[in-house]
């Protein structure tokens, strides 16, 4: 992106990806965030990952999220690899999904890299049982 007072098309589509996937209020964060050094990684995120890869219509969200999940989890780039399991809630990744996942890191990349992301979902799963279950009591 050039100039970023017109944006091309493939950065306004990764935009639009980028928030259905990663939720409008996170996008927002990382707009607020971003500062003049970090604008141009900001732009080649959004036009090439969501703009070129996210937005291709060949596979769903639901596919993609799981292929992302385990490539984070394999290189152990874990703080990303949580951001995306959050994620499935747009995506529509299922809990069974991201364990067969898991299953293929530990067969493809190792036992460690797996069992150093299971521990991390399964912290994202409690925190999100317990939002639902917090949201869900009324008195």
């Known amino acids: 992106m050039a100039d970023a007072t017109s944006p091309s098309a493939r950065y306004q589509q990764g935009r639009k990806t980028r928030q259905s996937v990663l939720g409008v209020d996170h996008v927002a964060r990382a707009d607020k965030n971003t500062t003049p050094f970090d604008q141009p990684f900001q732009e080649l995120i959004t036009e090439g990952a969501w703009g070129s890869v996210w ?19 394999a290189l152990g780039h874990y703080e990303e690899c949580a951001m995306h399991v959050r994620a499935t809630r747009n ?17 493809y990349a190792g036992v460690p890299a797996a069992n150093s992301a299971i521990k991390i979902v399964k912290e994202i799963f409690e925190q999100q049982d317990a939002e639902t279950n917090s949201s869900g009591e009324q008195e």
């Open 91 to 107: 995506t529509g990744a299922t809990r069974e999904d991201i364990c067969e996942a898991m299953l293929h890191v530990a067969i």
């Open 55 to 73: 937005s291709r219509d060949h596979w769903s969200k639901r596919e993609r999220s799981m292929v992302t999940i385990a490539l984070l989890a």
